[in-house]
Every structure is written in C-alpha cells, then in structure tokens.
C-alpha cells in the first residue's frame, strides 16, 4: 500500500524551501502521494526518510525496456486503470513470432515482411515493434543460428522463446548488445534464467501456472536480486488472460501490490488472421504491454494498430500537427492557398483531398491547440482576429504572388474580417473536405 500525503509529509525536512518545484514540503508531499512528483525532486531528505519513503513512492509499475540502441521499446510505468483517469503511457508492444524450425529461406522471408510493414497514418508510421524467435526444434543450435539470422537481417526488438535455459545462454549471448525479451523463467529454471538475464542484462519474462503461482515465483526471482521483469500468468484463454491481466493492473495500481507492479505479456491463440487481430485487440485494451501474434496479415494488422493508438493517446490532448505552411506538389508563386486547422485528422483529410486535385497547392495548418475548425471557431481560435494579423505578417507572403486565401466553408461568417485584418482576399471554399476536387475543378481549373 502507498503512504497517504500526511504520512509522507512527516518524513520530509518541513523548511518549504520550494525547490523541488512547489511552495511546500506538504504540497510536495501531495504530489508525491499522488505519483506526479518524485522523491528525487527534494534534495534535502535524509537518508533514513529517503529508505522509507523510496519504495512506498516509487510508481506502482516498473518501467522495462526492450532491446538497445535506437530501437528500445519502453514498457510499463503505467498509473492509471482508465486511460481517462490520466493517460497510457507506453503502448503495447506488437511481436510476431517465428520458429526455428523455418529453413533460412522462410526466415528472411519472414522477417523482411515483419521489417516492411509500414503503413503512413494521419502523419504517423504504425510498425511492427518485434521479433520474437520461439525455440521450436527444442534444439540449441537451431535456435541460436535462427536467432542470430534474425538479428541479421532486422533491427526490430528480439524476444527469445525457450524454456531450456542452455538454449536460451547460448542465443542469448549471440545477441546480447540486442538486450533482448528473454521469455521465460518458471518454477523449474528460474535460478537459471536469472543467471543469463543477469550476464547479459536482458529482461526477463516470468510465467506462472496462474496468478498465484506467479506472484510466489516473482518473489522469487526478485529475490535473486533481479527486477527488469515482465509477467505471464500462464493462461490461454481469452477470458482468463483478460481476468488476469486486469487482477494484476488493479493490484498494482489500486493495492500497490509491488509484486504485480511489472509490465504483462500475453500470446494469441487464434489462427485465423482476424479472430487473431481481435484477441489481440482485447489485450492491447486490457493491458498487456506486450501481445505476441503469429500472423502478419496488413489488414488485420492495421486494425490492430489503429486501435493501439486510439487506446494510448492522450485523452485530454488533441492530436495536432505543428502550426505552419506546408507545400502539397510542385508549388509555385501562382498555387492557390487553402487554410485549415492544426488538428491531426483535420490537416491530413484535407491535405489528402488537396493533393487528389494535382493543383500543387499551398495548405496552412493554422494553430487551434489542435482542435478542429468548427470547435477552434465556437471557441474563438480560428476566427478573423486570430488569423487576420497571423496572416498579413507570414511567411506565406512572401512564397506566392497573389493574395487570395480558400477557407473552409463552415466558417464562412469570419470572412470580412479576416479580409479586412489581413488584406487578402478571402474566398469560401467547400464545407466539407470531399468537395475540395470540385472546388478545385471549378474555381481553381484544376
Ligand atoms: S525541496 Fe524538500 S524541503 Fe524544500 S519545499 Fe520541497 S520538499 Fe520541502
């Protein structure tokens, strides 16, 4: 159980110096309590306050990290059940699993469609985040030559499948500087298995037969002295996998429950592409922080990540993209000029129908917070005052040699004063995206 704000309060010097960042020893105390400050922020705490305040403050799910080098994958440290409660912070790592038991060939070919999947959405690039090698042939060298073939040939984080710990010394080490997933320790080799996490300084998956089981072997290992953990209670079935993982979340965060408090894993089950895409959907919600899947089919996969990003974006901010003016084709001092807002789908909608009209345009990304143009005008931020006195003093003046702004159609009532604040002359566009081709065919001679 963490210490309430009064108890922390008690251990802190009481001088109110202020410099951890706010007025007062019992004002940090609160924001200690709460998991929005951390200890380190007051240099002043005694060494005996430090011990006793250190665990019962620490955040109730430790971070991992995954792999090295440009390609970590962040997992845990997660403080809220519901993402409107706060935010998620690390989203769910997607593996996909290969056996070892492929010839070379199926390997390459296997990991170079894992390595190309790539799809642009709304300004972002949804991937793959890992390789996880499962130890198949239940022989050693197999699976050290198949981990090491995959190291090869992608940089994506690995996760070693094997309960054999010789197997797992022997791939492991090959691949060491990779920091790689290793998957997993349980009541028969856990000494074992912490040795090689140790030596190469890996995380270390943990699986039990069911919750308590796992909650006595993570004691356990964490015993041993090793902490870079990440949990599996042992179960298959959806239902029981979506209990467990949501036990472990609430016992971490609501009980403080140190013993749970390691980012999960789970595996899917299903074959088909889809069925697979959904179960992996209800883990992704609910909580793993890493989902290993065996198919790599693009649609259910874009499914998938699409969903991912819904879960692990911040509810109390807008996605946007940065304010400015960007150049959609060839552009020339001739092409026309359109303005939107800065909010994510917004831009991309509209930038997308824009380039669909092959007239090289100009498109502003007007900042709203990233809010969208009907919201940014009922609030007042994208309205004539705002954008008038932007406009006569930007850049875009000096990038094309007429002055006429498209606006979107939905506010067309801020037209005369933005044409009066800036001195361009304003021209109503279409109310909707789709019928920029139109606008453009006719108005613009596209
Ligand atoms: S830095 Fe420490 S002593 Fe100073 S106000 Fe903050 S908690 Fe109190």
Not at 262 to 288: C, H, M, R, W
Request: charged fraction near 25%; proline fraction near 4%.
């Amino acid at each position: 159980m963490g210490l309430t704000g009064l108890e922390i309060f008690k251990q802190l010097p009481k001088t109110n110096c202020g410099e951890c960042g706010v007025p007062t020893c019992l004002a940090f105390a609160m924001a200690l309590a709460s998991g929005k400050a951390t200890l380190s922020q007051c240099p002043y705490v005694s060494d005996a306050a430090r011990e006793a305040l250190e665990s019962a403050t620490a955040p109730p799910m430790r971070l991992v990290k995954v792999g090295a080098g440009d390609n970590v994958l962040e997992i845990g440290d997660e403080q809220v059940i519901f993402r409107h409660d706060k935010t998620f912070f690390h989203p769910t790592g997607i593996f996909i699993e290969l056996d070892d038991t492929l010839s070379a060939d199926e390997i390459a070919a296997k990991v170079d469609e894992i390595s190309g999947f790539v799809v642009e959405r709304v300004g972002e690039q949804y991937v793959i985040d890992g390789v996880a090698v499962k130890n198949a042939s239940g022989n050693a060298d197999s699976f050290k030559k198949a981990v090491e073939a995959v190291a090869d040939r992608t940089n994506k984080v690995l996760a070693l499948l094997t309960e054999d710990p010789a197997a797992m010394e022997a791939a492991a080490s090959a691949v060491a500087d990779r920091k790689p997933l290793l998957y997993a320790a349980t009541a028969d080799n856990y000494e074992k298995m912490v040795e090689v996490a140790k030596k190469i300084g890996a995380p270390l998956a943990v699986r039990g037969n069911d919750l308590n089981s796992l909650a006595e072997l993570v004691d356990k290992v964490v015993g041993l002295g090793y902490k870079e953990l990440v949990l599996d209670s042992g179960e298959r079935q959806t239902s029981k996998v979506l209990a467990d993982l949501t036990q472990m979340r609430r016992l971490s965060i609501k009980k403080r429950f140190r013993t749970f408090g390691y980012p999960t894993i789970a595996f899917t089950t299903e074959e088909d592409a889809v069925g697979e895409a959904l179960q992996a959907q209800v883990y992704v919600s609910k909580f793993a922080s890493i989902v290993v899947m065996k198919n790599a089919s693009e649609p259910a996969l874009l499914t998938l990540l699409t969903w991912r990003r819904n879960i692990y974006t911040d509810p109390q901010k807008p996605i946007a993209v940065q304010p400015g003016v960007y150049a959609i084709g060839d552009v020339t001092p001739d092409s026309p000029v359109y303005i939107t807002t800065n909010f994510s789908l917004t831009y991309y909608t509209v930038a997308t129908e824009v380039e669909a009209t092959r007239l090289p345009s100009y498109l502003i990304a007007f900042d709203t917070d990233g809010l969208s143009v009907m919201t940014a005008w009922a609030g007042g931020k994208f309205v004539g005052e705002e954008i008038g006195p932007w406009l006569k003093d930007s850049d875009i003046n000096e990038k094309v040699s007429h002055k006429k702004l498209i606006i979107p159609g939905g506010v067309a009532a801020i037209k005369g004063k933005l044409e009066d604040l800036s001195g361009w002359e304003v021209i109503v566009g279409p109310r909707e995206a789709s019928g920029i081709t139109s606008f453009a065919k006719l108005r613009l001679g596209a």
